[in-house]
């Protein structure tokens, strides 16, 4: 459940940046997309999960225990997010150390 809480939240962090959105709206214009989703919408399993939100949704109780999870769940996944950030970090800050290393210059000791 980890992987799914740490995508939802980069789901919502996506969702604030104004560039993967516009990027976004670019892809639903396209026609390719539109038959894609016009396909998708006419499947049953879609129209029978579309029935049950609609359905969880006319429930107050049910619309604020799945608030809560979902607050829940954006927190967890915000925090492994910050986790995997920061190893990958601190992964590339040991990587640059390795090349600056490596880039350092051998003496010649004349030894021909």
Sequence with gaps: MSM???LLAQLMKDLQDP???AEA???MRSPEFQAQMKKMSESPAFKQAINQTK???????KMQE????MKAAV??????LEKT?????AAKSTDANTE?????????????
């Design 85 to 89: 950030n920061a190893s990958k970090d």
């Design 19 to 21: 560039e993967i959105m």
């Design 55 to 61: 359905d969880m949704l006319k429930d107050p109780e």
């Design 4 to 6: 799914n809480n740490m």
């Design 66 to 69: 799945m608030e809560k999870k």
């Design 75 to 80: 927190e967890a996944g915000s925090k492994e």
């Design 100 to 112: 600056e290393s490596d880039e350092l210059e051998v003496p010649n000791l004349n030894i021909n």
């Design 25 to 27: 709206q670019k892809m």
